[in-house]
């Protein structure tokens, strides 16, 4: 690698940098980022790169890996074509194959499969035993065998054996992620409850099936004080709530999908069933409240919980479709062009929530583009324009409500 950037738009959130700048990658290092390089070798490859951004490549905290078991929807090799299209150079992988991933042997199987070139590729390992949420699994033995951390990606029902897990795993200092769900609370709901889930004819889920929930469980870290990340925030309420604990100076952080901060109830209208999400769309002063909440570092990452369904899965009524959308190639344009070009947000801010702040989470040392480091990073284009379809996306599974549409920002190039 000798390669001189003219004239890239550099964003790195750790320094909090963002100017126009030569940037010269070399020998798998930043060599040297400055106002004009002039004195270079002479085979060094020169790339115009004016109106496009140069920043750390972007780190998923949890999506959804369906190989083995339902290579249908998305396999090892298409999800990492996919993740890299969408700029992310680090994913960090439920453990929802199956069998699920409760055990050393099914991660070692799972890091066979990891294909050459694909993003650095982590693994949650299971809290109960077949995700059922009852009993726990031999959380010591997959910590040794190099999981990232433990989550089962669903609510655990049984708070009896929710409190045992975290005072077992805190030994092992992993991190713990755990979705805020009182299942009895939310029932059969499939909209989020509010003005619009009645005339729309659709069962609601009340907020305080998730913030019932995520109360309880900071109760519970207050006294156990294991670390835990809290996924999938998707109230008003539980922004208040996760910044409650963290003036009481609990081990807590939090993410929301990239999806909650983009749309809500209005768009369950259309009925499209890949807006069937699991939490559901929060009201439109839930959106509003999660994003102040990332703008302020209540929250501090943005998951894209990447979920592929195949056609037919998905092909039914909005009720009976299983909840989840997919995400990598979509997630960067479209936050960018509705959070940044159209909104208040800084670059950085939403560089940091994706970037940054999700290896934080995760307890690893940030990603830097800075002089010195070594190369991860991400080439943006945010003007360019493409369509949503099979020809462009590498997802093998097509469950966006964007399909067929044209956004604009698109990843040009990965350099890691």
Known sequence: MNLLLRQVRV???????DRIADVWLKDGKIKAIEKQIADIAPETTIKNSENLILAPGLTD????????????????????????????????????????????????????KVPKGAPHLQFWGALTQNLEGEQMVELAELADAGVVGFSDGKAIAHWGVLRRLLEYARPLGKPIAIVPTNLQLRDNGVMREGTLSIPLGLPGDPAFSETAALAALLEIVAIVKTPVHVMRVSTGRGVELIAEAKRRELPVTASVTWLHLLLDTEAVGSYDPSLHLDPPLGNPSDRAALA?????????????????????????????????????????????????????????QLWRALSVSPQMCLGQKPLACVAGETVESVLFDPQKTWIVNSETLFSQSTNTSWWGEEIRGKIVSVIF
């Open 11 to 17: 964003l790195d959130p750790l320094s909090h940098c």
């Open 61 to 112: 905290l949890y999506s959804t890996n369906n190989d083995p078991g339902r290579e249908e929807r998305e396999t090892v090799a298409s999800l990492s074509k996919a993740a890299l299209a969408g700029g992310f150079t680090r994913l960090t992988l439920l453990p929802h194959i199956a069998p699920p991933l409760d055990n050393p042997a099914g991660l070692t199987l799972l890091q066979r």
């Open 292 to 348: 102040d909440g990332v703008k302020s570092g209540i929250i501090d990452a943005i998951a894209i919980d990447h979920s592929p369904y195949t056609y037919e899965e998905k092909t039914v009524s909005f009720a009976e479709a299983p909840p989840g959308a997919i995400g990598f190639e979509l997630a960067l344009p479209l936050l960018w062009e509705n959070l940044v070009v159209k909104g208040d947000w800084t670059g950085l």
